[in-house]
């Protein structure tokens, strides 16, 4: 089971933190991810980290801005966002995934946690 935490209204250029509880089994073995969800749009992959080597990916329109890590002892990852946009504005997932190829689907994921970028 997976459950996300942290979403939150922000301001634009603000920065939120975001937090993904894994309970059950240990996210050391699996390759972990976040995507997102706005309105009336496609899911889109964020972030990946690859249980094979620890490398981190993310989407270009977040890369520079955004910092995925995790802490295998706490059975934990996050997703540290800065320079927020509105158009970061989604609900946030948290998920586990074969490998970080985009089209990869996600295996399990949580219930999701808002964020909204709005002044």
């Known amino acids: 089971q997976l459950a996300e935490s942290g979403g939150d209204l922000v301001q634009p250029g603000g920065s939120l933190g975001l937090s993904c509880a894994a309970s059950g089994f240990s996210l050391e073995q699996y390759t972990i991810a976040w995507f997102r969800q706005a309105p009336g749009k496609e899911r889109e992959g964020v972030s990946c980290?690859?249980?094979?080597?620890?490398?981190?990916y993310y989407r270009h329109s977040v890369k520079g801005r955004f910092t995925m890590s995790r802490d295998t002892a706490k059975n934990m990852f996050y997703l540290q966002m800065t320079s927020l946009t509105p158009e970061d504005t989604a609900v946030y997932y948290c998920?586990?995934?074969?490998?970080?190829?985009?089209?990869?689907?996600?295996?399990?994921w949580g219930q999701g946690t808002q964020v909204t970028v709005s002044s």
């Open positions: 998920a586990t995934k074969w490998d970080c190829t985009w089209s990869t689907p996600y295996d399990y």
């Open positions: 980290i690859s249980s094979t080597d620890g490398s981190a």
